[in-house]
């Protein structure tokens, strides 16, 4: 049996229900995370609470239990799914009230999480993928972590037909980031991605592998760059909680350098398995 997280409460999942007036299903009014879990231990978890904090601050959303109380309810949530390799979700929004564009006055947020196995080796592509280029249509504020996600949901159904895995999105020119991931791209033996600016969202394990490649000595330029430099590129790869570091080695019809992973991508992939099988080993003892 299926056990979720609702308000302060563990339910069976048949249990949980949605008000049609919850203001995340009418308008989006909510912020999300979704948290890697290895060895019954969530991966990055401060990381991803801050991120909360913020989203929840940009959102002027209360959040409606402190992260210390949300963090003792998510990891009970795991113990009692017996997840040992898997991922937490977790959604917090306004709250039910008459649908209205403003905010309602006294109502209360509402969260509700869930907790699912997710073997690694179903999310692996160590030889790389396939993707497809699609225009950014999202709106303004994709820092925020928030339900919103139509324009991504489009992008990846855009992608999908197309037979990629992923989309990478563009704004004319302009590399942004993938459907539900980063982009990076190697040049020359640097890493480049797009910024941490309102048009993308500074994803958890984009941030682990700038940390990682600075153990490694890569360097790391945090700039925009075109479409032409992503075709050109001497590598290219994805960093998502569900993907981590993915290898792209196709866009569309285009081939991206030899066609195989390249060797930073390789480097920083084993670096985060490594780290993973360190986690993995000490949750045995």
């Known amino acids: 049996m299926t056990i979720i997280l609702y308000q302060d409460k563990f339910l069976p999942r048949e249990q949980g229900q949605v008000d049609m007036e919850d203001r995340g299903y009418q308008f989006g009014d909510g912020i999300y995370e979704a948290i890697r879990v290895y060895g019954g231990k969530m991966f990055l978890l401060d990381l991803h609470m801050k991120r909360l904090e913020r989203s929840a601050r940009e959102l002027r959303l209360k959040l409606p239990y402190s992260l210390e109380h949300l963090t003792d309810n998510l990891n009970q949530l795991i113990r009692q799914n017996q997840i040992n390799e898997g991922l937490v979700y977790f959604q917090i929004t306004r709250g039910a009230a008459h649908r209205q564009h403003l905010f309602p006055d006294h109502i209360e947020s509402v969260l509700t999480g869930s907790a699912v196995s997710l073997p690694r080796e179903e999310t692996l592509r160590p030889n790389g993928i396939k993707v497809s280029l699609v225009d950014d ?47 990076f791209i190697v040049q020359n033996g640097q890493l480049v991605t797009h910024p941490a600016d309102h048009f ?12 990682l490649a600075g153990k490694l000595n890569i360097p790391v330029e945090e700039r925009t760059f075109s479409t032409d430099e992503l075709y050109h590129a001497d590598e290219v790869f994805i960093t998502s909680t569900g993907a981590e570091v993915k290898p792209v080695v196709q866009i569309d019809e285009r081939v991206i350098a030899s ?18 099988a360190r986690i993995k080993a000490a949750a045995l003892y």
């Open 259 to 276: 066609g195989k992973p390249g060797s930073i991508t390789q480097k920083l992939m084993n670096a985060f398995d490594e780290e993973v």
């Open 137 to 183: 249509i999202r709106w303004l504020r994709c820092d925020i972590k928030t339900l919103n996600l139509l324009g991504n949901v489009l992008a990846r159904q855009e992608a999908h037909e197309k037979g990629s895995e992923e989309a990478i999105l563009h704004r004319g020119a302009t590399v942004t980031e993938g459907s539900s991931c980063n982009v």
């Open 200 to 211: 993308i969202l500074n994803g958890i394990t984009r941030l682990h592998v700038i940390d």
